[in-house]
């Protein structure tokens, strides 16, 4: 959570904290980029207007890092819907915008999606790194066995899909048919 005026932090604090996740707030870009150093995001709730760096150069520079480029960024604003300003947050990477003031059930809706997506991208890479050490150790049972893993990561993800937009969605399921197309052909193999 990004956003340079403590009470907004207060209050994204308290809309979301009934969702159980782990929350770091910044006061500023700078703050935002240090922390997106040392750990890993789910999803980046991002103030449009603040004093220095702004949001949408937070933005571009959060995208410029191939640790975190990957990460979505959703942007709060007090802007509504100001074509030419949206344009310019979409073609720095944000996948949404939220406006202000913003209904709580739609933003943890929005949150609680993106969370449950990089939980299954985690998941994802757990199968790879399994599959992995597997193959080194010759397993004969690892084709069944990742098999049944990614086919219960495939249904999970179809039934999220309709409610996740833009290029996270499409990420994944580009990452999950690579993953099925490896587990089919050692399965060929």
């Known amino acids: 959570m990004v956003d340079d005026r403590v009470e907004n932090l207060l209050a994204l604090e308290a809309i979301l904290s ?47 890092r191939e640790r975190t480029r990957d990460v979505p960024i959703i942007f709060l604003t007090a ?14 990477g944000a996948v949404d915008y ?35 050490r597997r193959l080194e150790g010759g397993g004969a049972d690892l084709t069944a066995e990742l098999s049944g893993r990614l086919a219960a990561v495939e249904e999970s993800f179809e039934k999220l899909r309709p409610t996740v937009p833009g290029p996270a969605a499409d990420d994944l399921a580009d990452q999950l048919a690579r993953l099925r197309a490896a587990v089919d052909a050692l399965d060929a193999g």
Do not use: C
């Not at 802007?79 to 310019?88: A, L, N, S, T, V």
């Not at 939980?119 to 399994?130: G, K, Y």
């Open 18 to 64: 009934v969702l159980d996740h782990d929350l770091v707030r910044a006061n500023s870009g700078d703050e935002a980029l240090k922390a997106l150093l040392t750990d890993d995001f789910a999803v980046i709730l991002l103030d449009v207007s603040m004093p220095g760096m702004d949001g949408l150069e937070t933005a571009t520079r959060i995208k410029h």
């Open 79 to 92: 802007f509504h819907g100001d074509p030419e300003h949206m344009f310019r947050g979409y073609s720095v």
């Open 98 to 132: 939220v406006s202000k003031p913003f209904d709580p059930w739609v933003l943890r809706a929005k949150v609680a999606v993106f969370v449950d997506l990089y939980e299954r991208r985690r998941q994802l890479q757990e199968q790879a790194r399994l599959l992995r």
